[in-house]
């Protein structure tokens, strides 16, 4: 080759030419979308989520889950990723997705964490498959009289002996209390929490975070962790599959969640969780653990802030709410009331849908 | 066949005056280059035997997960990216970076001026390693593929490749003659691709985030380039000096040689889309990169074919001479793996093979089949002239090469297949998705015996070139042939 400079040039230009084709080009195209709302200009679709699931995003990162876990649906010509459901749940399963993954549902996403790789099942539809309000009951049948139960569920054992996590009685009360928390005020969905820390009644504001710290998924309010030891409901002893004290048990045992699981290659996360001496009341979130999981009498196994986050975060991953660029899936679930404007409403609102 | 005794294997010299001349001043510039290269490659050789044994834990903690679990600094899913990104910092980036300098003094005909600066820059890129396998042990990795080490780690890297290349660039400053030889158009390319690859990807992901998938689209980017515009193109150029010199013949054609520069250039760099099929993506990016995937058959052709024909009656060197064998492995590889890319490219045959171990294997034959092996092989040529000694057991070598051989070949073959079937298991939804899990698991148990044989290899390799580095080589005119050269007339194992 002749001359220095045509190498130059040509050096300069074929990687501009790359990088401004695959990076920058792309950049103007979809890199500055805006959130999907309605013609009133509510029901904005995604929003940023809580600091607790931002959080957890950074761990779930940090800590490899992206090698394993994809979060992205693929359209139904070219996958069966939107057929498929998962494995853990009522039969049938959760579905993974209503819809392919469009780019508008990451739009708030730092590191975004798409994966490449599916050792672990797809997570971007997770948080939807938490169990509803509807199938809490079902799932824990044990309930009655459930609206009163959380306060009693805190201040009666508060006076139990640090006794083994085995059925006591007053444990049980406590069981009842799982379908209440989502209708009672937040101040019930905190109070058990200062357990973690110290004496219950001692400390409730030094509780860094409920579980319902994550705004908007409202399940996760919904799924306070830990059921009572005795009158554990479900037959498995687990928690109803994908809510949060499922979630943790997972992250905590993964090859503990039922028979057909053990085929999981998913390491423990055992370092996010802390083994405590119980101290009074045993801890709202400690985790229900079988055989040789379990921790020695006197002792319980609850989640770190980290743990939380981590949850948190997985409980917030939901991209069931329709775009305007995708196909729904028919029969999906469409609830929310953005893709059919039955009357445009002369209103003269800025029309932000638009991309 | 030519018969071996015909065959050149060494340097042919061409007349007693002038090779003396000529031999005096190679010998002046390698003496130059002795101190820097020789640390590019121990670094290298720590960092090949840390990365390797890493990747046999990762290997192994894959199928039985439990083990070591309970310590966050063991986890799975930190160990993973410290394996990756010890591999291609610490080990690739070492040694392409050893060989490159070697090379570009060789071909600038000059001498290294002031090595001490590329000496600190070596300094400064192991600590930048050293800081960025902390930093992700820590649980501070970025999350972006290929870029897990936090930011800070990568603006010590960045320094470190300031100081070490504008020496290399000044060097060719410095040239002698007007020939601009292949091997030094790769190189430069490299040299000049590299930081503003790296740099644009920091930029675009740290610096000034760019929003939701866009982020993952860098970060592809970032990946594949690195690949192909980094380590790749330093590995063609060793194969471009190498092959013709060992062999002691002129590359085939230069014509075939630009075609094929130009359009590596020009294909392999929008690659790395691909590796997002049916994702959250404008489909024209995706389809751009398979369809430039598909385009680099041109390269691999005209380079594979020049390679073929240069080495036209000559294979048999091969049998002898450990560079030459580990080059022409890598060169082939070259072919395979891009041959490999463009079928799990296919939109037909992504649907199967993408997220699954498929992908694994993929970088697995580019890094190591083809790069890795064609470094070995520019190591079994440089590592003698710079300390003055010859290699001293030919059986470890060969016991190297097979080791290499058979460990990437049953990586590859084992991870292609488990994704085959466990592609079609996730696709098959009458099958539970842990299924499509286990069908994949004995192929991941096979791959940690493959893990099993590589580090075998490392660690013969590292023992030699210790022997090398401390100055127990053979003292010897002659260099170590794999096979007595004397054995001629058995031809039936080239």
Known sequence: MKGLVPLFIGLFGTFAFSWVGLTVIPNWQIGALNPQTDEEGTDAYPTPKSGMADRGRQIYAANGCIYCHSQQIRPDYDSADIDRVRDAGPSPGPKWAERRSAPRDYIFDRPVVLGQERMGPDVANIGKAAPTEEEKPAAAPAANVAATSPAPAQSPPANVPPSKPGPPAPAASSAPAQPAPAQSPPPNASAPKPGTSGPPPAAPATSPAPPAGSPPAPPAAAANPSPGPSASPNPTGLPPAYSEAWHHRHLYSPRSMSPDNRDSTMPAYKFLYEKHPISGERSADALQLEGRDAPPPGWEIVPTYEAKCLVAYLMSLDQSHPLKEVKTAPGGAAPPAGSPPAAPTGSSAPAPPKK | ?494
């Not at chain 2, 396998?133 to 490749?161: C, H, K, N, R």
């Not at chain 2, 230069?254 to 020009?266: R, S």
């Not at chain 2, 890598?330 to 939109?347: D, E, K, P, Q, W």
Request: charged share 10%; glycine share 8%.
């Open chain 2, 1 to 494: 066949m030519t018969p071996a005794a015909a065959i050149p294997l060494k340097e042919p010299t061409v007349s007693a005056a002038a090779g003396d001349a000529e031999q005096l001043e190679r010998a002046r510039i390698d003496a130059s280059t002795r101190v820097p290269v020789l640390m590019f490659y121990a670094s290298a050789m720590v960092w090949l035997l840390i990365g390797t044994l890493l990747a046999g834990f990762v290997s192994f903690k894959l199928h039985s997960p439990d083990w070591f679990s309970d310590v966050s600094f063991l986890t799975w899913g930190r160990l993973r990216p410290v394996h990756m990104n010890v591999m291609v910092y610490g080990w690739a980036s070492m040694v392409a970076m050893g060989t490159a300098i070697w090379l570009m003094a060789r071909l600038c005909r000059t001498t290294l001026r002031h090595p001490l600066i590329i000496v600190t820059g070596i300094w400064f890129w192991n600590i930048g390693v050293v800081i960025g396998v902390i930093g992700i042990l820590m649980g501070y990795s970025t999350g972006y593929d290929w870029l897990e080490f936090p930011p800070y780690a990568a603006v010590v890297l960045f320094v470190a490749y300031a100081l070490i290349i504008s020496w290399a660039v000044l060097m060719f400053r410095f040239r002698r003659g007007d020939q601009i030889y292949i091997t030094q158009w790769y190189l430069l390319a490299a040299f000049l691709w590299f930081p503003w690859l790296y740099a644009a990807a920091q930029a675009m992901l740290f610096v000034v985030p760019v929003q939701g998938v866009m982020q993952a689209a860098v970060g592809w980017w970032y990946a594949n380039n690195l690949l192909f515009l980094w380590l790749g193109a330093i590995a063609l150029g060793t194969a471009y000096y190498m092959i013709p010199k060992v062999i002691g013949r002129p590359v085939y054609s230069y014509h075939l040689a630009t075609i094929g520069f130009w359009t590596y250039a020009l294909f392999s760099s929008w690659t790395g889309m691909q590796r997002l099929v049916d994702g959250p993506f404008p489909a024209w990016m995706i389809t751009a990169s398979i369809a430039a995937t598909i385009l680099t058959i041109i390269p691999v052709a005209t380079v594979g074919l020049n390679h073929h024909m240069t080495m036209q009656g000559y294979f048999p060197v091969m049998r002898y001479s450990p560079t030459l064998r580990f080059t022409v492995f890598g060169a082939m590889s070259y072919t395979v793996f891009s041959v490999v890319g463009i079928l799990i490219s296919l939109r037909s045959t992504a649907r199967y093979l993408h997220f699954t171990e498929a992908s694994i294997a993929y970088s697995h034959m580019g890094l190591y089949a083809f790069f890795t092996m064609i470094m070995f092989g520019s190591m079994y040529y440089i590592v003698p002239r710079l300390v003055g000694r010859e290699w001293r057991y030919a059986t470890l070598i060969k016991l190297h090469f097979w080791a290499s051989a058979y460990g990437v070949g049953l990586m590859s073959l084992m991870l292609l297949v488990g994704g085959l079937t466990q592609g079609a298991d996730q696709n098959d939804t009458s099958m539970t998705f842990i299924e499509s899990v286990a069908s994949v698991l004995p192929y991941v148990r096979g791959r940690t015996v493959a893990a099993l044989l590589l580090t075998v290899s490392h660690f013969i390799f590292a023992f030699h070139f210790g022997l090398m580095l401390f100055g127990l080589g053979r003292t010897s005119t002659v260099p170590t042939f794999l096979n007595p050269v004397e054995a001629e007339g058995s031809e039936e194992h080239l």
